[in-house]
């Protein structure tokens, strides 16, 4: 044991270069493989730590076909849990939120883009998994002003002092709310994130149906404003279900048929989630998160995959030397098991310091890769998973790289060496042309994938992002005039407009939209704006004009989409259409602008203009007057707000963060792709240098025999190129099939160019040439007479 | 007749730890079209060097070498290379055949940095495959062939591109008696017949005396 210890080391030492190459080669594919596994393990634990994952499920809805989003009625899971017995529980969840907390003479501000707020049912706390430090998991709240707070926001607003039962008085109309629990911070891993939690009886008093007036919460089917989550039986089949539901909607909502004009009931649709289900998978079943822990799965693979070839080839590529030796060895009486031993000995010194290093680099990188990748996340050596991850990838480095290489060594001897070379040297071969595939296909992704990213950025949106700041209006918005007056007055602000859009984005939705000859219940999108956002956000009119201030009420605009969509046999301007119990004219067409993630289409929208105020301020600042205009700003906000947090941002930054996540993975992806890359050319390295190490004589004749130092170049070089372009046979059409599929997520996508396949190619053949060329010099220009005497 | 090469005050030499070393030392020479040279001398005495030398595969330090008339230490790399791949041809003791090539194959090498077409480079091949009556061996692979063979290859190789000068490295060194006189009496053919110029280096007074003129070296220097 001890013996092949000492033999394997000094073996590594013997063969330097080689050695170096194989273990940065591993050392660096073990942490990324490490890195890349963690990344995957975040994202597949969310939400797992629920101990009745199994039976929670998410009611996803969908309306005229349209596609399923995850909210419904609040009286859909009432109606559910009386009529359809293997719903055990029901917890609705539903946005809420305070701007300011007062306790005692303090008064906390709060911003909810930090700290989220929710109305749940009291079922919350017994279905998911979220431990209270204080109070009653069965009955957490004592009444309909109760409030739990997660423990460190309980810290913030009460500090060292116990919270339960204390009051504190919200924006809320003043109210009261009374703590009567105080749970554990959420989880990092958990789509549910919030920081306090008011009962649903609390929203149940203030709710004011508009579908049906006089309806209460429980009875509403009209307004989607809820996340349900169903508690089943074990063993329930959740198709039932979704049908039964389906059945007490159409039921519920039969007698309100006409409200949607002649069309009658838009068909609607359930899909429950699993819980588990809900971050990995988009709402109608077709993976969104799942089909990046794919992607990053596959990379890791073949990251792994291209080390162990590298390894693989180089051990293989120089069993020539060892042969001798091994011969040696088996005529002094050692067996194959033996020789075996002694190789994997080799392997494993080799990947223990491997690990070494790999453990090292993971420490060291894994605060910029937190940074990079938008999470939190940490790796412990002596953690279970770490063990179970190091286990895996040693197993299979050692199967793979070692196994193979070891009994390759113990069954070469001297005469069946030779015949069996041309068969070890088509299997090097086709090992290096695996790698190129590997290669070429993460370049191709890359590009391709930068390219939708830029394209998306750069996209025409219809508007003007640029230099816009938004702020929501609150106490400005019955001052409107007066905050305009006042902020106009500043030089950098060249536009003041308001808009009930939040960031250019709207999520307001009818299909009660009846027009002449209107046949099937259509979704319109809604947006109310005053009379300067058009040309605040530099919005253009194709056709008609906006409507009188005086009679504005009696008017609406279109987008171009829905002048398509209505298929109008008219021109459309001055048609009438109805909605919410009223008719209004078509005064003007207004050019398609997005007004949802890029990953949707435009949808058809009605417009109206009003000189009404309100909920959003845009102002339009000039391109280095960012600074004056906000200090306008929040002397406005700190006179008409003073109790709420001064938030504002940026349109295009809030644009950016609409693609953070896929910014993110972009640049991971970017980033495994180069050392993926550079992972095969330190093994193509390892492997010329090898060749020409072998052909140093074969050089020397043939210069001999008059072959310039270009022959030479070319004759080293042609034999990777070759394979080069086998690679690019087999990795263009895979890499073609998967890319297209990829983009048919997004609505606005770039269509794959065959440019970009040429570029590809150049980039791999410019690479291979700068790998392989080094060494292709060094033996050209060597010395002839020199390199013949080597004998 | 005339001069193909000739060398004035040609000298080479090494620096090492203990000072410098020289491998040649004021070689003069002149040896015209058609000679048939020899060059003698003990081990370490620069028969090999000065062979190198003359045959552009290692440079000089101090002197002058003529060419068939150009000036070859005033030539750069690339001429030089294209004076040796024209006018050149070596052969060596240990053969030197490229041992992934068949015969047929590793005769045809070095006409493939002659620019030659596919169809003219087999038509040559073929021809000197004749000529030394090895057609039979052509799709061998020289460890199949004996030691006399693989030299047959090698010189059919060295005389395919049809060279002025032909250098041999002590051609017999590795073969038996018989084998050795088979190769030289083909010399002697290829001198007299065809006015090949040739220089061997020779460790065999009997192989040195088929020459017209013997050069002994000793140290560096011409002695004789």
Redesign the interface.
């Known amino acids: 044991m001890f013996y092949n210890l000492k033999i394997a080391i000094r073996n590594l030492r013997r063969n330097g270069l080689y050695s170096v190459i194989n273990i940065i080669g591993l050392t660096v594919s073990l942490a990324t493989c490490i890195l890349i596994t963690l990344w995957v393990y975040d994202e597949w634990s969310y939400d797992r730590f629920h101990a009745n994952k199994e039976n929670i499920y998410l009611v996803n809805t969908s309306v005229s076909n349209e596609g399923f989003f995850d909210h419904t009625p609040g009286a859909l899971s009432v109606y559910g849990k009386e009529e359809i017995p293997v719903i055990k529980d029901y917890c609705r969840i539903s946005w809420f939120s305070f701007n300011y907390l007062r306790y005692n003479d303090r008064q906390v501000l709060i911003d909810n883009s930090i700290n989220r707020g929710a109305a749940v049912d009291s079922s919350f706390f017994r279905m998911f998994t979220f431990p209270l430090i204080e109070g009653d998991i069965q009955k957490p709240f004592a009444g309909d002003n109760s409030i739990i707070f997660s423990e460190s926001m309980a810290k913030s607003v009460f500090g060292d002092e116990n919270p339960m039962g204390r009051a504190v008085r919200t924006n809320w109309s003043d109210e009261y709310f009374y703590v009567t629990g105080i749970m554990e911070d959420m989880p990092k891993n958990s789509t549910l994130q919030y920081d306090y939690i008011v009962p649903m009886n609390f929203m149940k008093r203030h709710w004011v149906s508009y579908f049906v007036p006089g309806k209460t919460l429980d009875e509403d089917f009209g307004e989607f404003r809820f996340s349900t989550y169903l508690e089943l039986y074990p063993g329930s089949h959740t198709d039932e279900i979704e049908e039964q539901i389906v059945n007490i909607v159409g039921r519920e909502m039969a007698p309100y048929a006409s409200m949607f004009g002649p069309a009658g009931l838009p068909p609607f649709n359930i899909s429950l989630q699993q819980i588990t289900d809900q971050h990995l998978y988009n709402p109608d079943g077709t993976p969104g998160g799942m089909a990046k822990i794919r992607l990053f799965a596959v990379i890791a693979g073949l990251i792994l995959v291209i080390a162990c070839i590298n390894y693989v080839n180089l051990v293989t590529a120089r069993i020539g030397k060892r042969s001798k030796e091994m011969g040696i060895r088996k005529f002094l009486g050692a067996n194959w098991i033996k020789i075996v031993r002694q190789a994997m000995q080799e392997t494993c010194v080799m990947l223990f310091i491997s690990i070494v290093l790999a453990t090292v680099l993971i420490y060291v990188v894994m605060p910029v890769y937190n940074q990079i990748s938008g999470k939190n996340m940490e790796f412990s050596l002596f953690s279970f998973h770490a063990a179970i991850i190091y286990g895996v990838t040693l197993f299979c480095v050692l199967v793979l790289a070692g196994l193979y290489p070891s009994l390759f060594l113990a069954s070469s001897n001297s005469s069946k060496h030779t015949k069996n070379k041309g068969m070890h040297v088509v299997f090097r071969k086709a090992l290096v042309v695996v790698q190129f595939v590997c290669s070429i296909v993460l370049i191709v992704s890359t590009l391709v994938i930068t390219l939708q990213m830029n394209f998306i950025r750069k996209k025409d949106l219809g508007y003007d992002k640029e230099n816009v700041i938004c702020f929501p209006a609150w106490g400005m918005g019955n001052n409107k005039e007066a905050v305009r007056n006042e902020l106009q007055k500043n030089p950098d602000i060249t536009g003041v407009a308001t808009a009930d859009f939040e960031n250019m984005i709207t999520h307001n939705f009818t299909y009660g939209v009846t027009w002449q000859g209107s046949d099937i219940a259509t979704r319109f999108s809604m947006g109310w704006f005053d009379f300067d956002f058009f040309d605040v956000m530099n919005i253009r009119l194709t056709d008609g004009a906006f409507p009188l201030e005086a009679s504005a009420d009696k008017y609406c605009l279109l987008n171009e989409t829905a002048v398509r969509e209505m298929q109008l046999q008219e021109d459309p301007l001055n048609q009438i259409i109805n909605f919410n119990n009223q008719s209004y004219t078509v005064s003007g067409i207004v050019r398609d602008f997005h007004f949802e993630s890029l990953s949707q289409p435009i949808l058809p929208m009605i417009l109206i203009c009003s000189k009404a105020n309100y909920n959003n301020f845009y102002i339009r600042t000039t391109t280095q007057g960012t600074k004056s205009a906000l200090a306008s700003i929040e002397t406005m906000w700190k006179k008409y707000c003073p109790n709420l947090i001064f938030s504002y941002s940026f349109l295009d930054e809030n644009f950016e963060r609409l693609y953070e996540a896929d910014i993110q993975m972009g640049k991971l992806l970017y980033i495994f792709a180069f050392i993926a890359i550079m992972i095969s050319c330190l093994g193509l390295f390892g492997l010329v240098t090898f060749t020409a190490e072998t052909k140093t004589?074969?050089i020397?004749?043939?210069?001999?025999?008059?072959?310039?130092v270009g022959?030479i170049i070319n004759m080293l070089s042609k034999e990777f190129l070759i394979l080069v372009g086998i690679a690019m046979l087999i990795a263009f059409p895979l890499a073609y099939y998967w890319l297209n599929n990829m983009l048919q997520d997004y609505a606005y996508r770039i269509s794959i160019g065959w440019w970009i396949f040429v570029l590809a190619g150049l980039i791999t053949i410019v690479l291979t040439l700068l790998t392989v060329g080094f060494q292709a010099l060094k033996a050209a220009t060597a010395?002839?007479?020199k390199s013949?005497k080597t004998? | 007749m005339n001069t193909i090469l000739k060398t004035k005050h040609l000298t080479k030499w090494v620096d090492n730890s203990s000072g410098r070393v020289f491998l040649l030392r004021d070689i003069n020479l002149e040896i015209k079209q058609g000679e048939f040279i020899s060059v003698m001398g003990p081990s370490g005495s620069g028969k090999s060097t000065l062979l190198?030398v003359l045959?552009m595969?290692?440079t000089f330090n101090e002197g002058e070498y003529e060419f068939i008339g150009q000036p070859v230490h005033t030539l750069k790399e690339?001429q030089r290379?294209e004076l040796?791949?024209?006018n050149i041809g070596?052969i060596?003791q240990?053969y030197?055949?490229?041992?992934?090539l068949t015969v047929a194959e590793n005769i045809e090498?070095?006409l493939?940095?002659?620019g030659m077409k596919q169809k003219e480079r087999q038509a040559a091949v073929a021809d000197i495959l004749d000529r030394f009556n090895i057609v039979g061996k052509k799709d061998l692979f020289p460890a199949q062939l004996s030691g006399g063979q693989q030299q047959l290859v090698g010189i059919a190789?060295a005389l395919i591109?049809k060279p002025k000068l032909l250098l041999a490295d002590e051609p017999t060194g590795n073969l038996n008696s018989k084998q050795g006189e088979e190769i030289m009496e083909l010399f002697n053919k290829l001198n007299e017949e065809d006015g090949v110029t040739i220089i061997q280096v020779t460790h065999s007074e009997k192989n040195a005396n088929r020459g017209d003129r013997i050069i002994e070296l000793l140290d560096g220097r011409i002695v004789k």
């Open positions: 004589k074969e020397g004749i043939r210069k001999v025999l008059g072959a310039s022959n010395n002839p007479v013949i004998e | 190198n045959g595969l290692d690339r290379s040796h791949k024209h070596f060596f240990a030197h055949l490229i041992d992934e090498a070095p493939l940095y002659h190789r591109v």
